[in-house]
């Protein structure tokens, strides 16, 4: 049997980590972990329950009510965020839910309860998982460590086209605002900052397509099962 290893991909907002990350869980046969959604269940269970996350305890004892699952659905051939047993997966992709992730996920607490969750789904190997930290933080020692940019207006451009389906009214300018502060907050919070793991292979999909980008990948993920 080839040999699992565990594949990281972090990188900024909307640079299409999602997307090759599923593709390569679906070649490879494995688990496919999308960590922002749990930081996003988590922001939805604060916003609902009226948390103010500046208060330490108001956090540590909301945490202790929250119980997020991913649940495989065959129509949509995608794991979904479940939050406390509530199908979240279509919510947390809001803008609303955007806007305010970026300060939830910046919470020391909030970090140790979903990295602790993330690396227990990873003690198997056989995983793709990405988010901001999960090549620096939650899985250092992973066989392959991918980091993903592309320029700020195609980004930009991405992310609006996936809102405006759900919603004609969002303008350009919304989605590039909350892009840069999440960028901004992501990388510049004191606990677990987004950066590019000093043994992470950059891939910058600016001029790529998907199918460059996923092939550019896979033969990295290939080189290190040994195939
Ligand atoms: O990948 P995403 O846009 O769904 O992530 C939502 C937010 O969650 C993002 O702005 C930063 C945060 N996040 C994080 O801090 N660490 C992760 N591993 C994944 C996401």
Redesign the pocket.
Known sequence: MAKKIVITIDGW??CG??TLAKQLSQKLGYLYV????M??AITLYFLRNNIDWAEKKEVKDALKSINLEFVFNPNSNNSEMHLNGENVEYVIRDLLI?EK??DV?AIKEVREFAVAQQQKMGTKKGIVM?????GTV?FPKAELKIFMTADNAIRVQRRFKELYEKNPNITVEEVKDNLEM?DYI?SNREV?PLRKAKDALELDNTNLTEKEQFNKALNWAKEKIGE
Not at 34 to 37: E, L, N, V
Not at 130 to 134: F, N, V
Request: net charge neutral.
């Open positions: 907002s909307s980590k999602s999308d960590s922002g959604a930081y996003r955007a992730v970026s996920a990405d988010g901001r930290d999960i939650v999440r992501d677990s």
